[in-house]
DNA sequence: GATGAATGAGGATTCATTCAT
DNA sequence: CATGAATGAATCCTCATTCAT
């Protein structure tokens, strides 16, 4: 009945598509979904539905429901914490360091508003795998942050415990991820004032302490 | 724990518990249980039976399991919240209100752990009425810390737009957030000294802010 | 704490109501709940709620939800009955009281549209006694116009088998409780207008009407 | 009445069965169990272990409860509408074919008695879609009717306004209903004689009726 | 390689009804 | 007389996951 000659178009009807390709479609529709409805709000059979396979599919490629999110997750990972690096790395002149990462997180914000969504809002944060996941991101962050603040101290001569480098890098961290839910409810504002905002209130902070001035109640 | 004299085990039948009592009661439970393993981890038919009722009391008393839930938010909600206003009221010298403020936090923390466990591990957060609850409180807070700087904004005769006071107050709680995670994971660590680091890292980096220090790139 | 002398409005805290009057009001709430929901559409709670006392009252007062679905329904079809037999009594001239008794009827539908509602739309007609009840009323309805015939049938000399009258009769009202719906949809229709619709076609028959014979009261 | 030769009895355990068989097998049950029970008295589960399937599978395929219902409604609304369409078309002599009409619909009722009771007897009248599908069917029925009437008034050259027909036509669908309903108790009676007291009724009315007169096909 | 068919298990919610006070 | 407290029992529905073809 059907013509090869008149073949159907590809997103109707399509034979032989490398793994590679199938599993990154699904694993797109499946992002889009859970950043849209949150993780449990998703189904299986949505996400298999929508990327037109059937659901045996869906777990030949990613074995379970959590495989598939914990993909998403991955590869938002990625983008954020490989944009964070390149933004820190050596190329970046020292001082403009903590600037620079602090834009390519905010531009990873606003650009992979998926990615993110998948990222940080909806984790069933207690349990196992998710929680695992969201603390490996946030660690991952802080330490890219901390390394900064490490160079800085050395540089400036100052001992600080690499313990409390850690904990106030997460606080950093925590104070971004703060911002930028603040920014999701004030969209008019510039990225770059969120971004100064954020550093100033960083840099100022975490510049008076690695010169070593303490507050002591 | 629990003393017998005054209160039966809620594993013991009793009947004709007056509603404010039984109401109590399982909301404690179901605050427990959901910071044990989340709200969809947990079962409306598990906060009965642990309750010592029958399921049909528990909608009676609280509408549905958004309802139950929220109610334990907002209980959970008020002890934060009333014990930050507490501790940065009038009654605390001025300087010493920021440190103030995150010592009942991390009080609250250390304490409360159920309840922090509620407020900021499993909201689903993609669900409107939750979403909406973890906004507040996050406000809420950020309100408190916001009264703060805007305060010693004005003793220093410093002009900060608010806009900008909100945000970095937002930042500010997110930070707090994000230490008593980590603080979480390394729970040697005593309290005073988490305090201590959220504060320096904070009264220096906003004092600065509010002393008109900028840096731009 | 509550001053007698001042005392509440009687809608509001009301003491010893007479038995009879309490069942009155409670069933009145039971019947306009049932006509507007529906018979599994209407709670218990919900009938107590409205009439001001507690579910117990209720039970102790008729029993059971059928029991007080049946009350209602046999409150209505007393109304109906009791109206069409006057109708077609005595006092009407035999050749006006069938148009006499379709009036009562149609005027019934017409003023008692919670009476009909519980009576014709939601029996849940499975259930024994609501069918029982349902057929019952059927069979009332069709022995007042059953005797009509027979008298008629008699002073014309006619023979014709009660088997047949009773049948026809069924019919009849059949036709009357389906011109009735056809009346709810069609409501700008006068009453005077489908009562003669419906006297005529009992009367004369299609064959006749559509010759265009009309009997006039 | 089932040939185990033709068709396994539905208790047997098979698998992969095709969708539209399975579709019918349930629908079928379904059926059976709403005539009998009527539909708040039939439960999904007991379909589905009656059609020897899962509850997913009737959700699957139906959706809901109410899908499934009106499945059967639709079904027995073919089956009546389309047998009464065959009986009055061209090719029955125009003044027979009221009375075939009739006739289909009370083999109808006696040989399809499962799809009577769903079609008559059990719709939850107060819930939107089911209401909407018994005006429906009472609707079709009248217009089959109706057209009867039209054409018969056409030839008999006489005026009748559309809108009398209208409600003309559902009395006598009513009066068919109600006779059905007189039948089920009398099931002594022939088919016969009742499609002729129906008939004779609506040809003759009443009046002619009681006069002696008779139509006979 | 790919799928239509199938399900076990569990979850939220509602209701008619009855005690104990 | 009157009620607040309490429940057993269902019901509808959904979902992640797998088998047979």
Redesign the interface.
């Known amino acids: 009945m059907r013509d090869p000659a008149h073949a159907a178009p590809i997103d109707t009807v399509r034979v032989r598509v490398p793994r590679a390709v199938r599993e990154r479609e699904m694993r797109d529709v499946a992002a889009a979904l859970f950043a849209?409805?949150?993780y449990?709000?998703t189904s299986m059979d949505e996400i298999a539905v929508r990327s037109g396979v059937s659901k045996p599919m869906v777990y030949e490629y990613f074995g379970s429901k959590e495989g598939i999110y914990l993909a998403c997750v991955a590869e938002a990972e990625k983008g954020l914490i490989e944009s964070m690096e390149r933004a820190v790395s050596a190329e970046t002149a020292p001082d403009?360091q903590l600037?620079a990462g602090a834009t390519a997180f905010f531009t990873f914000v606003e650009e992979q508003r998926e990615g993110w969504s998948v990222l940080f809002?909806?984790a069933?944060?207690?349990?196992g795998a998710f929680a695992e996941a969201a603390?490996r991101i946030?660690r991952r962050q802080a330490q890219v942050i901390g390394r900064l603040m490490s160079a800085s101290a050395e540089a400036a001569g100052a001992q600080i415990k690499p313990?409390?480098i850690?904990?106030?890098a997460?606080?950093?961290?925590?104070?971004?991820?703060?911002?930028a839910?603040?920014w999701r409810?004030?969209p008019e504002?510039e990225r770059d004032v969120?971004v100064?905002?954020?550093?100033?209130?960083?840099?100022?902070?975490?510049?008076?302490?690695l010169a070593g001035?303490?507050?002591?109640?």
Request: glycine fraction near 10%; hydrophobic fraction near 40%; aromatic fraction near 8%.
């Open positions: 849209e409805r949150g449990h709000g403009r600037w809002e909806e069933p944060s207690k349990d603390k946030r313990d409390e850690d904990a106030i997460h606080a950093l961290v925590g104070a971004g991820e703060a911002m839910m603040w409810e004030h504002t969120v100064l905002r954020l550093v100033n209130f960083a840099l100022l902070g975490v510049g008076s302490l001035e303490r507050w002591t109640p």
